[in-house]
């Protein structure tokens, strides 16, 4: 099956998440990494900073020196990490097929044909709800979809597709490509291959005895004409499961959101029962008639894939934090995930549902969402035909 590739890749994001929760630091050079004064290192600094040639891994003090006047910061490690799951997250509304590489970049699968269009509306949404800058780079492989990031950053979106290799990719240093690091890029300099295209041009056998090894060569010979048949190593376990809706329309009656949260926790539940996990946390997402976003989460005494459990836990956290009405999305995240039995959602306190919900989740599995549902999901979908 075709399908288009994303790269996407947070833009400075240690830094960006600094400037995001201090807003004094906007527009400012930061420095995010070790101490200057025990050889610290740079984890990364703000676009700001790298005017001044600051780069990742170079010593704080030199940073320093490079620019006197920017701000440093610790690295805040469980911060950045709570981050990466809210982005992640939200990568995961778009497609389930995705490789997360590091802290703050993920390759996407998507349908081919859509991704451009996905691109935006990813960046979107990650720009609206986190505030936080991404890039992204749209094409049919990893290679391509990668290069096309480093090119958008940045904050943009750039596509490569097969037809624009020799435009794009040819004219570009050696070092863009995987596995040409700054020994190779010298190697290959000292033979005259600066460019994409000058290796591109070369005959396999002459790039044979440079790479001093054959299967190199291939590889780097496939690269440079933009080729590359890696696969997307799936994340094999989520993070976390998130359910949302917006509305069409601005909602202002509370119980109406709770019917929907008792909707979408019934989702989450099921979501997490097919998968055989459970959830230690649950979050509730509302977005407010100013459209900020607000979250909450409360993390439960024992993990559970209980549909009710998820659903009182995000209605105390609904009454607790609605603030005034209308909303104009409600969601649930789950995370803090742990692989559970499949059959032991409803321990000892309920032993009729412990026999229903497998047969529901059986009937549901098979005919479809809107086939078997439970008394309170009926008032919902009879009330305005909103269709989940
Ligand atoms: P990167 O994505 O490589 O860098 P970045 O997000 O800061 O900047 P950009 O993508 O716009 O070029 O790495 C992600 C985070 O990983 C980065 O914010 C800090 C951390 N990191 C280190 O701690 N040490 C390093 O040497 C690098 C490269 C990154
Ligand atoms: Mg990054």
Redesign the pocket.
Known sequence: MKQDILLC?????????EQRDNPELKGKPVI??GDPDSRG?????S?EA?RFGIR??ISMKEALRLCPEAVTLP?NMPR?KEVSDQVMDIFYMFTPDIEQV????AYLAVKAGTGLDKARKIRSAVREELHL?L?IGVSLNKLLAKIAC?LA??DGIRAIYPEDVEKILWPLPVSFLPGVGPVTEQKLNNFGIKTVGDLASLPLEALESIAGSSAVAAELKEYALGRDSRKLELNAVRKSISEEITFPQDIYEKDYILDVLFDLASETGYRLRSKGLKARTVGLKLKLPDFSIKTRSLTLPGATASDEKIYRAVSELFTRCCGNPPWRLVGIRVSGLERGSQLSFFPEENRKKEIITPVLDMLRQRYGRDVIFKGRRLLLLKKDNFKL
């Open positions: 890749d947070l833009d400075a994001f240690f830094a960006s998440v995010v990494g290192v740079v984890s990364t600094c676009y790298r990742s891994a690295v950045y590091s802290i703050d970049e800058p890039s480093s950053k940045p």
